[in-house]
C-alpha cells in the first residue's frame, strides 16, 4: 500500500508559479510510474503530467501544461514534484498525485491505470 500526500497548493495570480509536492510513504518507487491529474468543479478528472520513477525522466505531458508544468523526483525524498509556471485562471482545480505499477501496461495518461491517489491540493488561479 503506497500512501501520497499532496501539499503546496494555494492561490496565485495569473502568470505565477507554485511547485506542489507529492510525498510517498513507500521506501522505493522503482516499480510505480508517478502521475499528477486534476480535476476543475462540475469536470473530469484530467491528466496532467508523468513521470518514470525509476528512471527519473520519460515524462508526458497533457497539451494543455506542456511547456508550462515541469514533473521531476527527488529520490531521497520520496517526493514526486509538479512546478507549475505561468498559470492561468483555467489551471485552477484540485491536483492529485498518483501511482501506477509499472507491470500495469500503457495508458498512463488515464485515471483507471493507476493503483494508488493522493487525497489532493487545491490550486486557484485568480484573473
Known amino acids: 500500500q503506497v500512501q501520497l500526500v499532496e501539499s503546496g497548493g494555494g492561490l496565485v495570480q495569473a502568470g505565477g508559479s507554485l511547485r506542489l509536492s507529492c510525498a510517498a510513504s513507500?521506501?522505493?518507487?522503482?516499480?510505480?510510474?508517478m502521475g499528477w491529474f486534476r480535476q476543475a468543479p462540475g469536470k473530469e478528472r484530467e491528466f496532467a503530467a508523468t513521470?518514470?520513477?525509476?528512471?527519473?525522466?520519460?515524462?508526458d505531458y497533457a497539451d494543455s501544461v506542456k511547456g508550462r508544468f515541469t514533473i521531476s523526483t527527488d529520490n531521497a525524498k520520496n517526493t514526486v514534484y509538479l512546478q507549475m509556471n505561468s498559470l492561468k485562471p483555467e489551471d485552477t482545480a484540485v491536483y492529485y498525485c498518483?501511482?501506477?505499477?509499472?507491470?500495469?501496461?500503457?495508458?498512463?495518461?488515464?485515471?483507471?491505470?493507476?493503483?494508488?491517489w493522493g487525497q489532493g491540493t487545491q490550486v486557484t488561479v485568480s484573473s
Open positions: 513521470i518514470s520513477w525509476r528512471s527519473g525522466s520519460n515524462t
Open positions: 513507500e521506501r522505493t518507487l522503482n516499480n510505480y510510474y
Open positions: 498518483a501511482a501506477a505499477d509499472i507491470r500495469g501496461g500503457p495508458y498512463l495518461r488515464t485515471s483507471a491505470r493507476y493503483n494508488y
